[in-house]
């Protein structure tokens, strides 16, 4: 039943065809990410470098780079995993299929328990961290990462494995003003588990202990990054996917590892200082910039005999991280509605970096009699989606009414995006959130953490039919122009070069809603973008996601023609104009190495040790 360690599955992948040995030498600098995200999107296979510059540990990418290939993982346990599920979500089932459901929920639901083991084959042989590969993914790297840690951490008042956390927080290994070998960075954003144990740490005055894992069984990276309600340890998850309970090793004084680990680095978070991490080219698709993150002081690094360095590469989506997403949603959808009454379904958009753009559908039951329906437990059950873990990280949430469409795909972004633009009615039906928390990585907020977020409510029958040609005798502004379409009731328009200050409003776009306020025929374009390259932004259903979610923060670049405040709502009578353009403020976007794309060109040319990979 599933794999105990990662090289059982590498193994299993070798032998059905899914993973490729990579035998030339490669460096982590650059050239091993490269290739990554090029198998990745031609939907290749696992890769396995034997080896890597300047380490003698392989390296493993792409294992979770496509959802079929994550589905053959777990195969052995997904069933198991989908009976607990059903359980949870109907109880009845175990009524209707009493047998069943006992035979398959009760061996798995004790694989939820982590066994305690006195040693495991993580403590074979001890390294340094500069031993480690040393993974840059791009150029403007503030040093090598892991991609794929999993973070353990305790409780400081309820220690032990009942209350642990395991989370994917980012982990510099070197690089700007870490001591080699003795420091290294933990970078973890706001609502994460861990950060809720240092809190408590620091409150009690102890030293707050960390271990992080690298590999093991692939059930333990897919945990750290589950969005698990609070009480359930990732660990138990862990063993639920993975089919077996989770052996961990437990030594006096130190967080216990697992046995199965491949590497396992140990140390304790300094109380008083913390150092620039970063910057690191994040999935949004830019960079993340050098920001004061804890220190880790490393005690002990740990890897087991032949062990492997699982990775991955993250940049402008889709990337393997989109995989990861799909497959979680695969896990976990079924739930949503038993969390947050009245949801019917969620999707966090991958194409616009996931937390920025947030679809939901739910249900509006509260005047059932009402003649002329309007938003109201639409904006109930957004409130409750805003303060749901991870999902009050969402910047642009937008809500539709299950009723008014039942069979309605809150996958097809088009067909969702069209419904609400249709019933959308921006004098009320925008609900704004200002001076709140952002996501870490989203640097089009006021700051670091901060910026604003908004609902759009939309509910009812059609209010308009969606242009699908331009305005003829569209009128722009000076400064403004090639306006394109992007999707029906959608133009993008080229805007001047953004030179505004942070928090300060823009002339520019004040002049071009006041000069649209006077143009006939845009009834049916309700969204209009405003960006650096309205080509680009309308060539593709991902550009225009893109652009306008992640260059955009709704209190501060949200405009609309015919504007006004009526007690303190805000609203348009004419189109909502979203400012996209790149802003001073904004991170730079991810661009790669030319020297390095041409070496990885010519390894995969006719002839070459990667031909037909990519």
């Known amino acids: 039943m599933g794999y105990k360690d990662l090289a059982s599955c590498v193994a299993d992948l070798e032998r059905s ?15 091993i990410g490269s290739i990554q995200r090029r198998v990745y999107q031609a939907g290749g296979p696992a890769l396995l470098f034997t080896r890597v510059k300047g380490s003698s540990f392989p390296m493993l990418g792409n294992l979770f780079g496509t959802l079929d290939r994550t589905r053959y993982i777990f195969r052995d346990t997904l069933k198991a995993v989908e009976r607990l599920v059903k359980l949870k979500v109907d109880p009845r089932c175990a009524l209707r299929e009493p047998m069943m459901t006992l035979v398959g929920a009760v061996p798995a639901a004790w ?49 032990g494995l009942r209350h642990s956390n395991l989370g994917m927080y980012r982990v510099q290994l070197s690089g700007g003003e870490y001591r080699n070998n003795e420091e290294i960075g933990v970078h973890y954003q706001i609502h994460r588990g861990i950060g809720f144990h240092h809190a408590e740490a620091i409150a009690k005055g102890e030293p707050f202990r960390v271990n992080i894992f690298v590999g093991g069984a692939p059930s333990m990276t897919v945990a750290a990054v589950m969005p698990l309600p609070e009480g359930m340890p990732e660990l138990s ?99 949503i ?45 957004a409130n409750a989606v805003l303060g749901q873990g991870q999902l009050s ?8 009414a299950h009723e008014d469409a039942p069979r309605l795909d809150i996958h097809d972004i088009p067909a969702f995006l069209g419904h609400v633009l249709e019933r959308i009615d921006p004098r009320r ?41 331009l305005p003829a005798g569209l009128t722009l502004a000076p400064g403004f122009s090639a306006p394109a379409l992007c999707l029906p009731g959608v133009i993008a328009v080229q805007g001047p070069a953004c030179r505004t200050p942070k928090g300060e409003a823009d002339a520019q776009m004040d002049a071009l809603c006041q000069v649209l306020e006077g143009v006939a025929g845009l009834e049916g374009f309700p969204l209009i973008v405003v960006c650096d390259d309205s080509r680009f932004t309308a060539a593709e259903l991902n550009n225009f996601l893109w652009v306008t979610f992640t260059r955009s923060d709704p209190a501060a670049d949200i405009y609309g023609v015919g504007a006004s405040t009526v007690c303190k709502q805000w609203g348009c009578t004419g189109p ?39």
């Open 17 to 31: 065809g899914a993973l490729v040995r990579i035998d030339c030498e490669v460096s982590a600098d650059l050239e």
């Open 111 to 159: 694989h939820l328990i982590p066994k305690n083991v006195s040693d495991g084959p993580i403590l074979a042989h001890r390294t340094t961290i500069d031993q480690l590969p040393q993974l840059k993914s791009w150029p403007d790297d503030g040093g090598a990462f892991i991609t794929l840690p999993q973070v353990y951490s305790e409780s400081a008042l309820q220690p």
């Open 237 to 335: 998850f862990a063993g639920l996917l993975a089919g077996h309970r989770i052996e961990m090793v437990r030594r006096e004084g130190r967080l216990p590892m697992p046995a199965q680990a491949d590497f396992c680095i140990t140390g304790v978070i300094d109380p008083a200082r913390t150092l620039p991490e970063g910057p690191f080219g994040d999935h949004f698709g830019y960079y993340s910039l050098a920001h004061h993150f804890p220190v880790l002081k490393v005690e002990e690094v740990w890897h087991r005999d032949g062990a492997i360095w699982p990775f991955t590469t993250v940049g402008r989506p889709p990337q393997e991280d989109t995989s990861f997403g799909a497959f979680i949603h695969e896990l976990t959808g079924p739930l």
């Open 337 to 381: 509605p038993t969390v947050i009454p009245g949801v019917k379904a969620v999707h966090a958009v991958d194409a616009a970096g996931v937390h920025p753009l947030l679809f939901a559908m739910g249900s509006e039951r509260y005047v059932p009699y009402g003649e002329r329906r309007t938003p109201q437990e639409l904006l109930t059950i």
């Open 393 to 400: 990280l969402a910047k642009y949430l937008m809500i539709a």
């Open 429 to 469: 039906d925008l609900h704004f959130q200002t001076a709140t928390t952002m996501d870490t990585l989203d640097y089009s907020g006021s700051g670091l953490n901060s910026g604003s977020k908004v609902v759009f409510a939309a509910i009812g029958e059609k209010r308009r039919t969606l242009g699908t040609e």
């Open 576 to 614: 909502l104009v979203i400012d996209a353009r790149v802003k001073p403020h904004h991170a730079p976007p991810l661009i790669e190495d030319p020297a390095v794309e041409r070496r990885v060109d010519e390894l995969a040319a006719p002839g070459g040790p990667l031909h037909g990979l990519y």
